[in-house]
């Protein structure tokens, strides 16, 4: 009877000790899901969100963990926290814009990295995909001479309303840019770019195209978090201020993911609709590759005025930055 006893005795204490670290996961799953739901508030809520994808597996990984265990009370907790994490995965509440077959206009968004020690690669990917604009981030540097060497693409407008800035915009048809007027500060330690907003004479059509190039700060610290919200929200504010019926692209490096209510906001604000096809788009910006698996967010976006419609939008092939480049299909009415 001794021996029996001291045999069982183990496994109740490590019955306990699994409950005991079950439950704790869970508060911590359950902490993370509550600080993500307050993202639009809360600059570590919205730290959070740019891993929503990793988020929503681990909290299947520990629901699988949890039924092996079989504890059913912490399983269904963990059931609710998977629906409330992987549902933004699969719906989206973004307006996104209509789709079409044949497209008419092909658009390029990438951030270039300013020391990218390969810069060519860059124009072997320009080669390949054939855009007829080019928006480019972080062209600073070397990037103006290498950009301007691009065959095919004798218009470059940038450094000549901002030497220092790295929101450069190329096109095989004529362009004039600006400034975009009293921006919040970025650049520098607050990371991003000024906004620019450039005009394109594409042929045959009367109106000209309106192009905003943006690099938004970096949330990567509070203050950088803080100046990213309220520079797309006067970017924003700009597209909505333009004439009606103009076409307007929104092109750039927002360092902002889709599942932020800052990207919902500055689809709101300004009235353009999303490009993105479904809720989850492939990373743009990456962070690691592991055995060839990128591990990453999509924070660089394009958007598009009501009446442009989207035939295709995908990721292009790493050239060295830690960006991809973005690539999209349109038709303009």
Request: overall charge positive; some cysteine.
């Given at each position: 009877m001794t021996t029996a006893s001291l045999t069982r005795s183990p496994p109740a204490m490590a019955s306990k000790t699994s409950t005991g670290v079950t439950w704790l996961l869970v508060f911590a799953a359950a902490l993370t899901t509550g600080l993500a739901a307050f993202a639009d508030r809360s600059w570590p809520g919205d730290m959070i969100i740019f891993f929503?994808?990793?988020?929503?597996?681990?909290?299947?990984?520990?629901?699988?963990?949890g039924i092996w265990l079989r504890r059913w009370l912490a399983c269904v907790a963990l059931g609710a926290l998977l629906v409330v994490n992987g549902l933004p995965l699969f719906v989206t509440g973004a307006p996104t814009?209509?789709?079409?077959?044949?497209?008419?206009?092909?658009?390029?968004?990438?951030?270039?990295?300013?020391d990218n020690p390969e810069p060519a690669r860059f124009g072997e990917v320009v080669a390949a995909l054939a855009p007829d604009i080019i928006v480019t981030q972080e062209a600073k540097f070397k990037w103006p001479g290498v950009l301007k060497a691009l065959p095919g693409y004798p218009y470059l407008v940038g450094p000549n309303i901002s030497k220092w800035n790295g929101n450069l915009v190329l096109s095989r048809y004529p362009l004039r840019a600006r400034l975009v007027a009293d921006m919040p500060p970025s650049g520098y330690a607050?990371?991003?770019?000024?906004?620019?907003?450039?005009?394109?004479?594409?042929?045959?059509?009367?109106?000209?195209?309106?192009?905003?190039?943006?690099?938004?700060?970096?949330?990567?610290?509070?203050?950088?978090?803080?100046?990213?919200?309220?520079?797309?929200?006067?970017?924003?504010?700009?597209?909505?201020a333009e004439p009606e019926g103009t076409p307007v692209v929104l092109a750039g490096d927002w360092n902002t993911p889709v599942w932020s209510p800052a990207y919902g906001r500055t689809l709101l604000l300004s009235g353009l609709e999303a490009t993105e096809r479904s809720a989850w788009p492939p990373a743009s910006r990456l962070f690691a590759s592991f055995g060839g698996v990128d591990f990453g967010t999509p924070i660089d976006h394009i958007a598009i005025s009501r009446g442009v419609e989207v035939a295709d939008l995908f990721t292009g092939p790493d050239f060295?930055?830690?960006?991809?480049?973005?690539?999209?299909?349109?038709k303009l009415p």
């Open positions: 929503r994808p990793q988020l929503a597996l681990g909290v299947l990984l520990l629901l699988c963990a814009a209509a789709a079409a077959e044949t497209p008419n206009l092909r658009i390029l968004s990438a951030n270039v990295l300013f607050l990371g991003g770019g000024y906004a620019v907003r450039v005009e394109v004479d594409l042929p045959g059509r009367a109106q000209p195209l309106v192009v905003y190039a943006v690099h938004a700060p970096t949330p990567r610290t509070f203050a950088g978090w803080q100046a990213r919200n309220r520079y797309l929200d006067v970017v924003a504010e700009r597209i909505a060295g930055s830690d960006h991809l480049p973005v690539v999209v299909d349109l």
